[in-house]
T-cell receptor, first 114, second 113 residues
Framework: DTAVSQTPKYLVTQMGNDKSIKCEQN?????MYWYKQDSKKFLKIMFS???????INETVPNRFSPKSPDKAHLNLHINSLELGDSAVYFC?????????????FGPGTRLTVL | GDSVTQMEGPVTLSEEAFLTINCTYT??????LFWYVQYPGEGLQLLLK?????DKGSNKGFEATYRKETTSFHLEKGSVQVSDSAVYFC????????????FGKGTSLLVTP
């Protein structure tokens, strides 16, 4: 059983389009995250949800909107895609704990904007 | 704000060589420290972690010790294998940032036979 799954794995689209990436975790975790990995492999937090509530919203353009229908799912919708949005997007989940527990990562979604 | 600095790569080693990847951090509070590994074409996996000063994390022959006095968490392995070729990320998390991982830039390791 896959612990954290993302769909699609690859996404190729034109500038200006709107697209969504879905993430699901079956670990029973309370917290889910979206990270962006750029072409130089640098990873940066975008959003975090805890029990469907947004708790982290880093400096990300308004075109990016996360949605958590329940605590097992965290989707990422991107409007008006730009070339600079091309990256690998990773979803992760963790169980809250006092010392920052392990985060489990999905396989990533490679987004290419043409 | 918090930050993590890793040694620049790529690092190329022969099989059975000793590995050290340096990692230092700055933090406002008392972070937990992690090493994650990313194999080609895959997501990230936790390699090891340490949650308080002087803790040693270890896994698969890799070790790192949480050094508060030098704000460091260097990764070491006594004898690397070809299968260790991957990108290694040092990261920290703190409660004041919602436990999101703050990553270093990653160090690419290539081990040759």
């Amino acid at each position: 059983d896959t612990a954290v799954s993302q769909t699609p794995k690859y996404l190729v689209t034109q500038m200006g389009n709107d697209k969504s990436i879905k993430c699901e975790q079956n670990l029973g975790h309370d917290t889910m995250y979206w990270y962006k990995q750029d072409s130089k492999k640098f990873l940066k937090i975008m959003f975090s949800y805890n029990n469907k509530e947004l708790i982290i919203n880093e400096t990300v353009p308004n075109r990016f909107s996360p949605k958590s229908p329940d605590k097992a799912h965290l989707n990422l919708h991107i409007n008006s895609l730009e070339l600079g949005d091309s990256a690998v997007y990773f979803c992760a989940s963790s169980q809250e704990g006092p010392r920052g527990n392990e985060q489990f990562f999905g396989p990533g979604t490679r987004l290419t904007v043409l | 704000g918090d930050s993590v600095t890793q040694m620049e790569g790529p690092v190329t080693l022969s099989e059975e060589a000793f590995l050290t990847i340096n990692c230092t951090y700055t933090a406002t509070g008392y972070p937990s420290l992690f090493w994650y590994v990313q194999y080609p074409g895959e997501g990230l996996q936790l390699l090891l972690k340490a949650t308080k000063a002087d803790d040693k994390g270890s896994n698969k022959g890799f070790e790192a010790t949480y050094r508060k006095e030098t704000t460091s968490f260097h990764l070491e392995k006594g004898s690397v294998q070809v299968s260790d070729s991957a990108v290694y990320f040092c990261a920290l998390s703190e409660s004041n940032s919602g436990y999101a991982l703050n990553f270093g830039k990653g160090t690419s390791l290539l081990v040759t036979p």
